[in-house]
């Protein structure tokens, strides 16, 4: 889904996710529309740009074995407020259970009309770490 962010000229990281011995946390930064090459994608489609950030998010989840289950919170920054409803129905329909806070606010690129960050647990046995 997605490339190192060093390959296209910026540095930061997607997402890690730190193990304690009964559970894992996953913390995933923004992240949006973007191609295997850095590229946006869908521009000036508010639904495909939200769908395709949500597949990648989906990818960094699940290189942590983790799905949107495990989402505790989610923290929606949308461009344009015309969106807003939009948006907030997607996110209605895909996190049931977990809060999502959407606000008005400007996108690292300026073709991107949202993006996303999240946090995550789930349960696992390591007993090479203490419990949380």
Request: charged share 25%; with cysteine.
């Amino acid at each position: 889904n997605m490339n190192r962010t060093s390959e296209y000229g910026v540095s930061f990281e997607r997402g890690t996710y730190i193990d304690y011995g009964d559970r894992r946390h996953i913390f995933i930064s923004g992240t949006a529309s973007i191609d295997n090459k850095g590229n946006i994608l869908y521009p000036g489609n508010i639904k495909r740009q939200t769908l395709r950030m949500l597949e990648n998010v989906g990818a960094l989840l699940k290189e942590a074995d983790m799905d949107f289950t495990n989402i505790g919170i989610t923290i929606v920054y949308l461009r344009d407020i015309a969106d807003y409803t939009t948006v907030k129905n997607m996110f209605d329909d895909k996190f049931k259970n977990s809060p999502c806070i959407i606000v008005n606010a400007s996108v690292c690129r300026p073709g991107w009309l949202i993006e996303m960050e999240c946090m995550g647990v789930r349960d696992i046995v390591n007993k090479q770490f203490k419990t949380f």
